[in-house]
């Protein structure tokens, strides 16, 4: 198999850039280091080009292992011709080479492999040859032998009927020809047996829809409800034309005709259509996962982006009932000042008006900027006695539901423990509330990616390809804005490119015993961390006010060179010159002369001259923090027709969830995302994505909100 060929006609990709890739790759490169740094080499893929290589090289190089032992199998037996040589190097799928390989592939005890045993093939090549001479029923007898198992000429006729019944099964083009028909003109059907408490599955009772057009997000949902024993799935598909498939080429003027009808329905009844059927709900389950992965993907990667409130004072607000509500006031760094809690929910009038002193004193003494509030438990309560205070007082924070997706896993995570070992696990989490509005990004590396709640299904997923997929997400976000280095945690740079966990507590643990690294080139002195991971992180790790301007920036120290001369020749000093100044001297620069005297490559001096004009600068920056302002507070206060402001917090297959600050997400169907025809609603929106919406459904006892993108005007 040409793998590189493959993966170019797959993916749309020059196989030089791809051949560039796989052997970086190889080498130890890690994706976010070839995208930034080796874009000449492999002509300029991007970090989503480079992980749909990684991907599909991953699962191509276990197809070509797997062809390679089939091959071996098969010339083992002295069975491997051209043809056969040639159907499995083309074979695209590691079904298709099973269904090439089933016929020699060393089999169990079958009834097919007892016959055998028993001496019954040559019978079975007569019956399939389908002449009836004179002598048959002579012929027949002589197949007759108890000792061996056969004590009639009706038994040796069973024994090679199973023979030839698996003959007919191990055929892959019977089984392609099966597949494909059943894929194309085949049902899914799905019957209700049980109800759950929710009634989840009721749109799933009596459900039928084409195997072809079944959307992956109703794939996911049929699985799931059988899984939990509510539904009972099945497939309906006509069986006469694949009886007629396989009846031309063995019925056709044989004298057995009648047998062989018989035969083929046994082998598609007992041997083919039960793991045909499997194939193909496997099948659909892992290109529903696939899609449900790159949704997820995508709204990992817009959440994770979201920009900072840089240099503002949070209060992180975790609302409560019996409990209380707990409260963490987190300053500019991010650091915590002040953890309790306030019982202003679920509690008598004394302590309720104590609690709304304590937080209009607390508001008023630290100029808290924003109150990140949690979207949980008693959180329409909490907001309710927040804005009573803040209006009735005249202050300027601005409340913001921040969803609590995860943050219970944070604080009782071991890391959790390790940063506030003082602290109870609530306490913890309304720290990490105001930090996921302080910096998003910082916070939510801290807890496992598929527990963030932007995703669909999640749970139902093969876990290790779900985790790969979205680790990889995070790394590239991690390094696209890059590290602050000196307060950099060990959840936040193990995800930097060429550091594991191992290094990751390594470098955490120097900063903790030599203080804060003044270069780059320090990295050089931690445990463990040799050339190579150097190479692939050092780009990434910003040090602010060290020894080396550069290192204020996400210019690799390999390009230090070459940066320096050119701040030399345009005297810029890259610190202190604003964008104005550096524009104007770069207007003198003679880039090509630059390139020709030094030999750097387009991309790299492009990038040197883009981070000199602006070093350090944060991507994320570009995008505004929008306030919601809608005045329905709750589920109750919507009423049909209402045009309000939202926030899209989760996209899926089907449609995608808009906050619009009543606590309870609105749905925005996909045919109510548009007016003209909507494939993919990623395409359209991104997590983050503030929008205009029309209330067009609420169920309050369900609390269900329908939305509308197309119906407003």
Same mark, same amino acid.
């Given at each position: 198999?040409?793998?590189i060929n493959?993966l170019s006609t ?8 791809i051949?560039?890739?796989i052997a970086?790759?190889?080498?130890g490169?890690t994706?976010?280091?070839? /995208?930034?740094?080796r ?5 300029y893929?991007?970090d989503?080009?480079?992980r ?6 991953? @699962?191509?190089?276990?197809?070509q ?9 098969i ?6 011709t051209? #043809?056969?040589?040639?159907?499995i190097?083309n074979?695209?799928? $590691? ?8 016929p020699y592939?060393?089999?169990?005890k ?25 002598? =048959?029923?002579?012929f ?10 056969v004590?009639?000429g009706e ?10 019944a698996?003959e007919?099964?191990d055929?892959a083009? =019977?089984?392609?020809y +099966?597949?494909?028909s059943i ?8 019957? #209700?047996?049980?109800?759950d ?5 009721h749109?799933y009772?009596d459900?039928?829809?084409?195997i ?7 794939i ?16 309906? @598909? ?7 498939r ?8 044989n004298?057995f005709?009648?047998?062989? %009808?018989?035969?083929i329905?046994?082998?598609l ?11 193909i ?6 290109? /529903?996962? %696939?899609?449900?992965?790159?949704t ?9 982006? *979201? ?5 503002k ?7 409560g009932f019996?409990?209380?509500?707990? =409260? ?8 915590p000042e002040?953890v309790?809690v ?12 104590k ?5 209009y004193?607390l $508001?008023?003494?630290n100029?808290?900027d @924003?109150? /990140?509030?949690?979207?949980g438990?008693?959180?329409r ?17 601005k409340i ?9 896993v ?5 890391l ?8 109870? *696990?609530?306490?913890r989490?309304?720290?990490s509330?105001a930090r996921?509005l ?10 496992e990616?598929?527990a963030i709640?932007?995703?669909?299904y ?5 876990q ?10 995070v790394?590239d976000?991690?390094?696209s804005?890059? *590290?602050?280095?000196n307060? /950099?945690?060990?959840s936040?740079l193990?995800?930097v ?10 470098? @955490?643990e120097?900063?903790?015993?030599n ?27 910003r040090? =602010?006010?060290?020894?080396?301007p550069l ?6 120290p390999?390009?230090? !060179?070459?940066?320096?001369? +050119?701040? !030399? ?15 104007n001297?770069l207007?003198?620069?003679k880039?090509?002369?630059?390139k ?9 001096l ?9 070093p350090?600068?944060?991507i ?5 923090v929008?306030?919601?302002?809608? %005045? ?17 917090r989760n996209?899926?297959d089907?449609?995608m969830f ?10 925005v ?16 929106f991104s997590i ?11 169920d309050v ?7 509308s993108i197309?119906?407003?005007?």
């Amino acid at each position: 198999m040409d793998i590189i060929n493959r993966l170019s006609t797959e993916l749309g990709i020059k196989p030089s850039s791809i051949s560039a890739a796989i052997a970086l790759m190889d080498d130890g490169s890690t994706v976010p280091f070839i /995208a930034r740094y080796r874009k000449e080499v492999t002509g300029y893929l991007t970090d989503t080009e480079l992980r749909s290589i990684e991907e599909r090289l991953a @699962y191509l190089r276990k197809l070509q292992e797997r062809m390679d032992t089939v091959l071996s199998s098969i010339e083992e037996q002295g069975k491997l011709t051209d #043809e056969l040589r040639n159907d499995i190097d083309n074979a695209k799928t $590691l079904t298709e080479l099973e269904d090439i390989y089933r016929p020699y592939k060393p089999k169990k005890k079958t009834r097919a492999s007892i016959a055998k045993e028993r001496g019954l093939e040559p019978l079975a090549k007569y019956i399939v040859k389908g002449r009836k001479y004179h002598d =048959y029923d002579a012929f027949l007898l002589s197949f007759v032998n108890p000792e061996k198992g056969v004590p009639t000429g009706e038994s040796a006729i069973q024994g090679a009927s199973d023979i030839i019944a698996e003959e007919i099964s191990d055929s892959a083009a =019977y089984r392609k020809y +099966i597949k494909d028909s059943i894929n194309n003109y085949g049902f899914i059907i799905s019957k #209700e047996i049980a109800k759950d408490e929710k009634d989840t599955y009721h749109n799933y009772a009596d459900y039928k829809e084409k195997i072809k057009t079944i959307p992956p997000h109703r794939i996911l949902a049929i699985n799931r409800g059988e899984n939990e024993k509510c539904l009972k799935v099945s497939l309906d @598909y006509n069986m006469e034309p694949l009886k007629k498939r396989i009846a031309y080429d063995y019925t056709y003027r044989n004298d057995f005709a009648s047998l062989l %009808d018989e035969v083929i329905l046994d082998s598609l009844n007992r041997l083919i259509l039960p793991s045909v059927e499997n194939e193909i709900r496997n099948e659909l389950f892992e290109k /529903a996962e %696939d899609s449900s992965i790159i949704t997820f993907k995508k709204n990992l990667k817009s959440l994770l982006l *979201v920009p900072p409130l840089k240099g503002k004072t949070i209060l992180g607000f975790d609302p409560g009932f019996r409990t209380g509500c707990k =409260y963490a006031l987190v300053n500019k760094n991010g650091i915590p000042e002040e953890v309790g809690v306030f019982n202003i929910t679920a509690a008598s009038n004394f302590e309720k008006e104590k609690a709304r002193k304590e937080i209009y004193l607390l $508001l008023k003494k630290n100029n808290i900027d @924003y109150i /990140a509030l949690g979207n949980g438990t008693a959180s329409r309560e909490s907001e309710a006695e927040l804005s009573k205070i803040i209006k009735d007082n005249n202050l300027t924070p601005k409340i913001f539901i921040v969803n609590e997706s995860g943050a219970s896993v944070y604080s009782a995570s071991k890391l959790g423990e390790e940063e506030f070992p003082d602290l109870s *696990v609530e306490k913890r989490s309304a720290i990490s509330l105001a930090r996921r509005l302080q910096d998003p990004l910082n916070e939510l590396v801290k807890i496992e990616p598929k527990a963030i709640g932007v995703g669909q299904y999640q749970h139902d997923m093969d876990q290790k390809k779900l985790e790969e997929g979205l680790n990889g997400v995070v790394e590239d976000a991690v390094n696209s804005v890059g *590290v602050n280095l000196n307060n /950099a945690t060990p959840s936040i740079l193990r995800y930097v490119s060429g550091i594991n966990k191992t290094l990751a507590t390594n470098i @955490y643990e120097y900063l903790k015993v030599n203080g804060e690294f003044s270069s780059r080139s320090d990295l050089k002195k931690v445990a463990k961390l040799g050339p190579k991971a150097y190479e692939q992180c050092a780009g990434f790790l910003r040090i =602010y006010g060290g020894k080396e301007p550069l290192d204020e920036t996400s210019i690799h120290p390999e390009s230090y !060179k070459e940066a320096k001369l +050119i701040l !030399k020749e345009t005297n810029i000093d890259i610190l202190n010159d604003t964008l104005e100044v550096k524009e104007n001297k770069l207007a003198k620069f003679k880039k090509d002369d630059f390139k020709a005297k030094t030999g750097i490559g387009d991309a790299t001096l492009d990038d040197i001259i883009e981070e000199i004009k602006r070093p350090g600068r944060d991507i994320r920056e570009d995008v505004e923090v929008v306030e919601l302002n809608n %005045d329905a507070k709750d589920i109750k206060d919507l009423k049909v027709g209402m045009i309000l402001n939202g926030t899209v917090r989760n996209i899926m297959d089907f449609g995608m969830f808009v906050d619009i600050n009543v606590h309870q997400d609105g749905l925005v169907h996909i045919s109510e995302c548009s007016k003209t025809f909507v494939r993919n609603i990623g395409e359209l929106f991104s997590i983050n994505d503030v929008v205009k919406v029309k209330v067009i459904s609420v169920d309050v006892a369900k609390k269900r909100i329908g939305l509308s993108i197309k119906q407003v005007d």
